[in-house]
T-cell receptor, first 115, second 114 residues
Framework: AQSVTQLGSHVSVSEGALVLLRCNYSSSVPPYLFWYVQYPNQGLQLLLKYTTGATLVKGINGFEAEFKKSETSFHLTKPSAHMSDAAEYFCAVWGFTGGGNKLTFGTGTQLKVEL | ETGVTQTPRHLVMGMTNKKSLKCEQHLGHNAMYWYKQSAKKPLELMFVYSLEERVENNSVPSRFSPECPNSSHLFLHLHTLQPEDSALYLC?????????????FGPGTRLTVL
């Protein structure tokens, strides 16, 4: 079975500072990995995904993530935070669990951006 | 309308009521999903439909009954719910159910069970 662990349910950064949101996964097969963002009163929106190929993945809004197989990690970064980045971020892994293949989500990290 | 839409956006119901949640996708996708999002818990996949056939049911109580009349519409029929069923219910769609496919989410229905 697969699982996702997001370290830190709340992260606070200053505007212009580096954003680092951590995600570790477990999967019995090579994983497909995703980061989604959820703004208040909205559904989830895909930021980026890793399936195969280059391990550094660039997404929307200046975010990127690096797949590190040896560390089973897929941390999300952004060089300079903006107030509009305040939202909840979810890491997810696609793979086999229980009765079939599905996306398994982490519990989310709430990002706060301060002036 | 574009993307994935859900109605109603908010719903308050008593434990003896019967109500339905509606989801519509305007993306031409073949797979649709229902998720439950509760505070401080990971999203829980409830149902998966592919080409209008249910392919996954993750041990969801029978008081939740899905219906997929065509590839664009998905319903979740609710009856005799419990207060612990209060949550945000998200609908999503994807091109198909293969791994690596992006899922597009609707804004959700905030359900409160009294």
């Amino acid at each position: 079975a697969q699982s996702v662990t997001q370290l830190g349910s709340h992260v606070s950064v200053s505007e212009g500072a580096l954003v680092l949101l951590r995600c570790n996964y477990s999967s019995s097969v090579p994983p497909y990995l995703f980061w989604y963002v959820q703004y208040p009163n909205q559904g989830l929106q895909l930021l980026l995904k890793y399936t195969t190929g280059a391990t550094l993945v660039k997404g929307i809004n200046g975010f990127e993530a690096e797949f590190k197989k040896s560390e089973t990690s897929f941390h999300l970064t952004k060089p300079s935070a903006h107030m509009s980045d305040a939202a909840e971020y979810f890491c997810a892994v696609w793979g086999f669990t229980g009765g079939g293949n599905k996306l398994t989500f982490g519990t989310g990290t709430q990002l706060k951006v301060e002036l | 309308e574009t993307g994935v839409t859900q109605t109603p956006r908010h719903l308050v119901m008593g434990m003896t009521n019967k109500k339905s949640l509606k989801c519509e996708q305007h993306l031409g996708h073949n797979a649709m999903y229902w998720y439950k999002q509760s505070a401080k818990k990971p999203l829980e996949l409830m149902f998966v439909y592919s080409l209008e056939e249910r392919v996954e049911n993750n041990s969801v109580p029978s008081r939740f009954s899905p219906e997929c009349p065509n590839s664009s519409h998905l319903f979740l029929h609710l009856h005799t719910l419990q207060p612990e069923d209060s949550a945000l219910y998200l609908c999503a769609s994807s091109q198909d159910e293969r791994g690596g496919m992006e899922q597009f989410f609707g804004p959700g229905t905030r359900l409160t069970v009294l």
